[in-house]
């Protein structure tokens, strides 16, 4: 599903990805992690289309295309989803009608009919209960007064809205308590656990993984993975810190 191929890549002229490789296949769960400062997050930046990210050398290949030929909409279009660590906040603008317009953009994509807006909220609104958010927040300002946990969890019902293929979660158990920790990773696995689509975990705690158990995990440090294993190497890392592994 996807393949990265020594991708280089840069910010104001320095450089963060140093030759970074890692294939993802249909039904597998990689987590990445890694030292603050390693380039986790802008992998997860560069594989999205975010602007100032430079792609200096290497390739993406995603479901049989140039992932790096297309904009961000059509990455997104094409199946990529990127949640992030800091969800922004958009005064203004209704959760509710942000996230019809976005399901409808990428159904408009895939040159599928777009939902009406009766047909959208029943389908919000279950998304949210499958995410014990309440469903009054559906119709407050995208993200905004929401706590970290909520923030995280509207931005799950953004991705069972959307259903991608892959999703890029960059740190999404940042600012979760105990029970919302247990519920995203549960609404992570019954969107994300499916023999088409595949997920990239970025972390820096096992936490999360003990409920999205991963298929691999990698050792992302200085720009490259310097590491892989299995699940065990998740809790060798959370029992013995990075200093010995990177070193």
Do not use: W
């Not at 930046?45 to 290497?58: H, I, M």
């Not at 203004?92 to 959208?120: C, I, T, Y």
Request: a negative charge.
């Amino acid at each position: 599903m996807l393949k990265i191929t020594n991708l280089h890549a840069e910010i104001d002229g320095k450089e963060i990805l140093k030759g970074l490789s890692l294939t993802v296949n249909a039904g597998e769960v990689h987590a990445i992690m890694g030292p603050n400062g390693a380039g986790k997050s802008t992998l997860g930046y560069v594989l999205g289309g975010r602007p100032g990210y430079e792609v200096t050398a290497g390739s993406v290949e995603f479901d049989g295309k140039d992932l790096l030929a297309l904009a961000p909409h059509e990455r997104a279009a094409a199946g990529l989803f990127l949640g992030f660590q800091y969800p922004v906040e958009i005064p203004g603008v209704s959760n509710v009608q942000f996230l019809r317009e976005a399901l409808n953009a990428q159904r408009k994509g895939r040159d599928e009919k777009p939902l009406s807006g009766a047909e959208f909220l029943k389908f919000a609104r279950a998304q949210a209960d499958a995410l014990s958010m309440d469903q009054d927040m559906l119709k407050r300002p995208v993200n905004v007064g929401f706590s970290g946990g909520e923030k995280k969890r509207n931005e799950m019902v953004q991705m069972g809205l959307i259903d991608p293929k892959l999703a890029i979660l960059d740190e999404t158990d940042s600012g979760l308590d105990i029970d919302a920790l247990r519920i995203v990773g549960e609404g992570i696995n019954r969107i994300m656990r499916k023999p088409e689509k595949a997920v990239i975990l970025i972390t820096h705690y096992e936490r999360l993984l003990s409920y999205v158990a991963p298929d691999f995990v990698h050792v992302l440090s200085a720009g490259r993975i310097i590491r892989s294993g299995g699940p065990e190497l998740a809790a060798e890392l959370e029992r013995e810190g990075y200093a010995g592994v990177v070193a």
